[in-house]
């Protein structure tokens, strides 16, 4: 069973930067894919960006593409999402997930990932 813990949330203004982190424990991640998926208020959960433990390729969502940079920590079994530039409408609960089948491209859009954390806040103010 994987475990996995968000942190890193909070309250920036426009332009701002935040660094989520996602902490997963309980097995070793090598051939699994991991991603962050976010939810406002209102709306469905949304794909933000998958990295593939092992081989390291990522995918992001177009509208985070170049202000978000996904990365993982081997030795700290950690995932964090660098958000720059950050807009009002990045505001939403932002999840960790967790996909033991791993993943390419947009395949790492659709894939059902297996283990969720509980969330962590970010709200963007104009």
């Known amino acids: 069973q994987v475990h996995l813990v968000e942190s890193g949330g909070g309250s920036v203004q426009a332009g701002g930067s935040l660094r989520l982190s996602c902490a997963a424990s309980?097995?070793?991640?090598?051939?699994?894919?991991m991603a962050w998926f976010r939810q406002a208020p209102g709306k469905e959960r949304e794909f933000v960006a998958a990295?593939?433990?092992?081989?390291?390729?990522?995918y992001y969502f177009d509208s985070v593409k170049g202000r978000f940079t996904i990365s993982r920590d081997n030795a700290k079994n950690t995932v964090y999402l660098q958000m720059n530039s950050l807009k009002p409408e990045d505001t939403a609960v932002y999840y960790c997930?967790?996909?033991?089948?791993?993943?390419?491209?947009?395949?790492?859009?659709?894939?059902?990932?297996?283990?969720w954390g509980r969330g962590t806040q970010v709200t963007v103010s104009s």
């Open positions: 997930a967790a996909a033991a089948s791993g993943c390419s491209g947009y395949g790492c859009v659709v894939i059902e990932y297996d283990h």
């Open positions: 309980g097995r070793t991640l090598r051939s699994y894919a």
């Open positions: 990295i593939n433990w092992s081989r390291g390729n990522t």
